[in-house]
């Protein structure tokens, strides 16, 4: 199970961090990775960490705005925001794959665990 927070209003320019809980076993074989969906728009990816946090990858749309980190003693995955655009504006879905899953990690098949979204909402 994935709980994800942090969510809110902001204005442009502003920051968030987002995090995801998550519950269960063998976190640290995972695979984590943030997804967003605007309204009116597909669900499309924004960044992904691999199970030990030494490797991330992050949309074009995001890079050098957004980070994602992950603290396996606590279980949580991070998605640092700043720089915040209204476009940003959209609810944020953290997601979990199965233990020591080798695939496209910005790809949503690679996710089997999806959790609720978070929203997100930037005004300009």
């Known amino acids: 199970q994935l709980q994800a927070s942090g969510g809110g209003l902001v204005q442009a320019e502003g920051s968030l961090r987002l995090s995801c809980v998550a519950s269960?076993?063998?976190?640290?074989?995972?695979?984590m990775g943030w997804f967003r969906q605007a309204p009116g728009k597909e669900r499309e990816f924004a960044a992904s960490?691999?199970?030990?946090?030494?490797?991330?990858v992050c949309a074009y749309s995001v890079k050098g705005r957004f980070s994602i980190s992950r603290d396996n003693a606590k279980n949580t995955v991070y998605l640092q925001m700043d720089s915040l655009k209204p476009e940003d504006t959209a609810d944020y879905f953290c997601?979990?794959?199965?233990?020591?899953?080798?695939?496209?990690?910005?790809?949503?098949?690679?996710?089997?665990?999806w959790g609720q979204g978070t929203l997100v909402t930037v005004s300009s």
């Open positions: 960490i691999n199970s030990l946090g030494s490797s991330s």
């Open positions: 269960g076993r063998a976190f640290n074989s995972r695979l």
């Open positions: 997601a979990a794959s199965l233990p020591s899953t080798n695939t496209d990690p910005t790809d949503p098949r690679s996710y089997y665990y």
